[in-house]
Every structure is written in C-alpha cells, then in structure tokens.
C-alpha cells in the first residue's frame, strides 16, 4: 500500500531558528510530491511542487528536497517567524493516471514563538 | 475570481438524515476532488472528476454520492448520515487532468452527524 509519513506530529521552535519538516513515503515510484500549509479552521495552501524528476524547488524562506531513491521529502524553514505556525502537509501521488490522487500525511504542526 | 467554494461552512445532521455539499470553483477546472480529514487519518479522497459527466471512487467513498453535471459545479451528497461520517470536508481542483498542477482547495466544510 502506498502510504505517506510525516514525523513528528509537532514541533515547538524559538522564532529565527531554521528547522526541517519530514516526509517518508513507501513507493519511490512517485510522480510528484507537494507541500501544503493548513492554518486552524482554514483549506490547504500549496506551497511547493516537486516534479519525479527534480531534486528540490525554492519559494522564499522555504526549500523542499527529494530524495526518491530513500522514499523521503524534506522541507527546509529558514529564520522562522511566529507566522510560519501552522500545520504542514506532504502529499504524494503515483504513477502517470492522467490525473492527481493524493495520498496525505498527517501531516507536522508546527509552532514559532516570538 | 473566488476560487473554490464550499458551503455550507458548518452543518449538524442527525443520523439517517440527508444532505448534499456544494462545491463550485470559477477557474474552469477540469479536475475536481472531494476529501474528508480525520484526525490522526490525513486526508483521505472521497470521490474525484476528471470533466463533466465523468466521476470515479477514491480511497473511502462508501455513504458518498456525486455528479458532475457541469464544470464549475462538483456536489457531494449524503444519503444517510452516519456519526462515522462526522468529519471536515474538503473539495479541491485543478486544471489539467495530466502535468504538474496544484490542487487549489476550498476552505472545508464541518459536518457533525449524531
């Protein structure tokens, strides 16, 4: 069964410190892998995309790795701030049906304090 | 341009009742998705289309009936509430059925059965 892990459930940071979200998945077959933001009460937000073919992709303060080979995503957070709190989601879908079925994580909640 | 629309936001079923949730997105999406998140559970895909009058089963779609009727509009029905169904719904789309989009998603729905 293709499934997809994220560890820990919730991490606590000083503002300002870099961190590392992770994502494990059990099917290196993949053909993309997203990060999503989900703030309390609210919809998902895309963050980040990364291509079966591409190593990593950049937006800002954010930088998502992967690694297909080991099963695992990274999600790097430079010089956090209090409003990065919120939880992060990694989604994977496999194969090439045409279309994206996402299999979710459950994802990492994540707090900054000032 | 609203994007995705869900309504309502909040709704109270008691068991055995029915109702439908409304999902509409203006962006001219082909692909539309129905979730429900659990918690500890992620998000998991309920029913999804790939166009009008196309529609197909995802992970957990037992209780769950759609449509697709036209492009804009994907509604979720339920035909005989369950407590196991208490859950927040999300409905999400995206404009190509192949190719590197992200899922653009609504802002959920909280649906209570008792």
């Known amino acids: 069964k293709q499934e997809v892990t994220q560890i820990p459930a919730a991490l606590s940071v000083p503002e300002g410190e870099n961190l590392v979200l992770n994502c494990s998945f059990t099917?290196?077959?993949?053909?993309?892998l997203q990060w999503f933001r989900q703030d309390p009460g609210k919809g998902l937000t895309s963050l980040l995309l990364i291509q079966s073919s591409q190593r990593e992709q950049t937006s800002g303060r954010l930088n998502a790795s992967l690694d297909k080979s080991s099963g695992r995503s990274t999600l790097y957070i430079a010089a956090s701030q209090p409003g990065d709190s919120a939880t992060y989601l990694c989604a994977v879908s496999w194969g090439n049906t045409g279309f994206q079925k996402l299999v979710f994580g459950t994802g990492t909640r994540l707090l900054v304090s000032p | 341009n609203a994007g995705v629309t869900q309504t309502p936001k909040f709704q109270v079923l008691k068991t055995g009742q029915s109702m439908t949730l409304q999902c509409a997105q203006d962006?001219?999406?082909?692909?539309m998705s129905w979730y429900r998140q659990d918690p500890g559970m992620g998000l998991r895909l309920i029913h999804y289309s790939v166009g009008a009058g196309i529609t197909d089963q995802g992970e957990v779609p037992n209780g769950y009936n759609v449509s697709r009727s036209t492009t804009e509009d994907f509604p979720l029905r339920l035909l005989s509430a369950a407590p196991s169904q208490t859950s927040v719904y999300f409905c999400?789309?995206?404009?190509?059925?192949?190719?590197?989009?992200?899922?653009?998603f609504g802002a959920g729905s909280r649906l209570t059965v008792l």
């Open positions: 099917d290196s077959a993949i053909y993309n």
């Open positions: 962006m001219n999406h082909e692909y």
């Open positions: 999400a789309s995206k404009a190509d059925r192949a190719g590197a989009n992200v899922l653009t």
